[in-house]
């Protein structure tokens, strides 16, 4: 049987709590997805933007439930040149990936 289900790691835009953090969701069924979309998902008790940074089909091993984003928003995916510049950005100049 095929694995249907993709999974993302995804930089939550105003999380400034940690260098490079990254948050897991299900991308299952999402039309249009690929690293750099700007997607709408909700964060705690809110509903934010994020960049996703990773795909993956299989399952994290994870002691937490994964939740689904709610939305791919319908623009461009940011191109990778200009997502590696903002990683060398917080490395560098060790800043947050969302002040970038």
Request: net charge positive; charged share 25%; aromatic share 12%.
């Amino acid at each position: 049987m095929y694995n249907t289900y993709m999974f993302a790691d995804i930089s939550v835009v105003g999380y400034g709590k940690k260098d490079n953090a990254t948050f897991t969701y299900e991308v299952s069924g999402c039309k249009g997805i690929a690293i750099g979309s700007l997607v709408r998902l909700k964060f705690g008790k809110k509903s934010t933007l994020g960049i996703l940074r990773k795909i993956y089909t299989t399952k994290p091993s994870a002691k937490f439930k994964i939740s689904l984003i709610d939305e791919v928003v319908d623009i461009e995916p940011m191109p990778r040149p200009l997502l590696d510049l903002a990683d060398w950005l917080v490395e560098y100049y060790v800043a947050t990936q969302s002040s970038v």
